[in-house]
């Protein structure tokens, strides 16, 4: 997510939370400064099976202070912090993720709403490995994947515009009819 869409949001007083990835290095470093140095303003953990695992997640909520990326930023309020920890077979994987946001929510809400966003990017992975076979393919050339990440996701959303039911039976509807799918891009 972009400065420039984070500031859209905050102008039209809506409401963010965001994950922090690493091509967001200064504001990822920062916040993590800033929650070794201050004090948590909320905790929050849940713990469910889910797939044959046990996981267990800790939300952490911490106020973001430095004024100017948070106008940098549109109006950074708050870092969330997760831990989530993982049972398997006897073995644990532990990951640690930041959120950001700019309004203040009640961290049990904060919880739900980055559980969801985790499960949106889950469905979209399904959807692509079971429809266009994305894990199966291997390339050479390390600029590809992206590419073609991109292009099935334009294909994704093409397809959902018109749809009748099931993403795999409109694609088996609409292969080598390229008048068909011309009219729906053009």
């Known amino acids: 997510?972009?400065?420039?869409?984070?500031?859209?949001?905050?102008?039209?007083?809506?409401?963010?939370?965001?994950?922090?990835?690493?091509?967001?290095?200064k504001l990822l470093e920062k916040a993590k400064t800033m929650i070794e140095?201050?004090?948590k303003l909320a905790e929050f953990k849940t713990s469910e099976i889910n797939k044959g695992r046990l996981e267990?997640?800790?939300?952490?909520l911490y106020k973001f202070t430095d004024k100017?990326?948070?106008?940098?930023?549109?109006?950074?309020k708050y870092i969330i912090r997760v831990n989530r920890e993982v049972l398997r077979e006897n073995k644990i994987m532990a990951e640690e993720a930041y959120f950001i946001t700019n309004k203040?929510?009640?961290?049990?809400?904060?919880?739900k709403q980055v559980r969801n966003h985790w499960s949106i990017e889950n469905c979209l992975h399904w959807v692509k490995d079971m429809n266009f076979s994305e894990d199966t393919i291997s390339y050479k050339d390390l600029n590809i994947p992206a590419n073609m990440s991109i292009l099935i996701n334009i294909a994704i959303n093409i397809l959902?515009?018109?749809i009748d039911k099931y993403l795999r039976r409109t694609m088996r509807l609409c292969s080598n009819k390229?008048?068909?799918l011309v009219s729906w891009v053009a």
């Open 56 to 60: 267990e997640r800790k939300y952490c």
């Open 68 to 76: 100017r990326l948070s106008k940098e930023w549109g109006n950074l």
């Open 1 to 25: 997510m972009s400065k420039k869409t984070v500031n859209l949001i905050n102008k039209k007083k809506g409401y963010y939370i965001i994950g922090l990835k690493n091509n967001q290095k």
């Open 104 to 111: 203040y929510s009640k961290i049990e809400k904060i919880a």
């Open 178 to 180: 390229i008048p068909l």
């Open 160 to 162: 959902r515009d018109h």
């Open 37 to 39: 140095e201050s004090n």
